[in-house]
């Protein structure tokens, strides 16, 4: 009786909890780790890489040399700020534990302790395989290193409690780029400050601040309110992310509701005037962007396109850029006439020439940002190259591209017609089947 009661208190709680989560994680693995996985796959990969690990430490390979030490703190950063914050909540507790700063906030306190535990180990294991490299190429000791794994557990635990906030304060695409845009800063901080450290008492206040931020970030998040759905989210998404690698391949494996607004919202009407050409445009652009085949080919699209302005000679990119333009106009023509033809879009009874304006709004509306993209790498093709005032072509490139590829959209427009005039009148001149028997007769 008194070892269940004393079972039923915020931290004996939470870590029964964390038992039972890597317990459900382990069950997930052993599925997979079978006897045969591991005698042909798990336990010969552990020789392998033990037997690798060994020769770098006896016969240093050439490229040790080449490496510069910004390299280990960028894994460091790179394993470091993945996480994110863990407090094990669940839905449950939402009855009578969340009503209670009493139960809410050792709870929060041990998750935050369970988080920095986990980014020592994880920074302890990244220093521990690059040691090789750290003790024949940089001399680290022992004690660099372990500072150095604190150091960078300490970021990482930051980073988990800047993401924590940052999540709940955004979402759909903004979380993403706010999440984004953070990781990078702070990896960039990182590798700015580590790289600048030339005595013990420069680190000593590097591991101060990391120190005093961590403590103020955690004083913060302890006061937080309205936490509770984020933090079972994160749960969620924690779980699926230690298992997700089982069921990649599984066709009916469910994924995770987030209980979040998706990145790409569609909802929302793309135009802000709403006439017939614009809706029957709208409805191609989301058909398109709704099918990943047709995402992928206009990320294919951007990516060689970028490619063929920006490694040329910017002589030979400048000339590419139109040439590349066209070839993605007309697949988008192509990609038009496709979706015209669908059932479901040719039995509606469309005004007369609303098909024919439609397609080159929606045309437009995927072709300029395409087109804009390559002239902003092309603009820093120049100003990697010139420098100085060569770096003015970075904004004036995609302003000059808006307005080039509006008019090179407009030519493909009058060209598509001519065409489908000339069609039309071949068709009109081209004489029935009776009347080709009697000239074949007559002649």
Known sequence: ?????????????????????????????????????????????LFIGANMYRDAWLHPPSWFAAVPQQTVFVLLAAA????????????????????????????????????????????????????????????????????????????????????????????????????????????????????????????????????????LLTWLRLRAKGTFLHEVAAEREAYSACVRFLFMEAGG????????????????????????????????????????ENVQALLTFAAIGSAAVALPPPGLGLAMWPVSGLFALFWLHGQWKQWEGERYVAMLPWPPLALREAEGIGRRALFLPLFGLWGLALGCKIGLLYGGAG????????????????????????????RKRKRKAQTWERPSGTEEEEARENA
Not at 1 to 21: D, E, K, Y
Not at 259 to 279: A, C, D
Not at 402 to 410: E, I, K
Request: with cysteine; charged share 20%.
């Open 80 to 215: 470091m700020l993945r996480a994110r914050a863990r407090t094990f909540a669940d839905y449950g507790d939402g009855l009578f534990l969340r009503r209670s700063a009493r139960w809410t906030r050792p709870m929060i306190a041990t998750g935050l302790a369970y988080t920095l535990l986990v980014r020592l180990l994880t920074a302890a294991a990244v220093v521990a395989l690059l040691a090789p490299l750290l003790d024949l190429r940089f001399d680290w000791d022992a004690a660099t290193g372990a500072a150095m794994a604190g150091a960078a557990a300490l970021l990482g635990y930051a980073w988990t409690l800047v993401r924590d906030g940052l999540e709940r304060r955004r979402s759909g695409w903004r979380r993403v780029a706010a999440v984004w845009v953070a990781r990078l800063m702070l990896m960039a901080a990182w590798v700015a400050g580590m790289t600048a450290i030339r005595s013990g008492a420069s680190f000593g206040l590097a591991l101060a601040a990391l120190i005093a931020a961590s403590c």
């Open 391 to 418: 770096w003015l072509a970075v904004p004036l490139a995609p302003a000059v591209g808006w307005a080039a590829g509006r008019y090179l959209d407009s030519v493909v427009s009058v060209y598509l017609q001519f």
């Open 253 to 292: 494996a469910r994924s995770v509701p987030r209980g979040r607004k998706p990145l790409l919202s569609l909802r929302r009407n793309l135009f802000r005037r709403r006439g017939t050409r614009e809706r029957i445009a709208e409805l191609w652009i989301k058909a398109k962007l709704r099918d990943p």
């Open 1 to 45: 009786m008194n070892g269940g009661r004393r079972h039923f208190r915020p931290v004996p709680l939470i870590l029964s909890r964390i038992v039972f989560f890597w317990g459900e994680v382990w069950k997930c693995w052993r599925l997979t780790l079978d006897w045969t996985v591991q005698v042909y796959i798990a336990i010969p990969a």
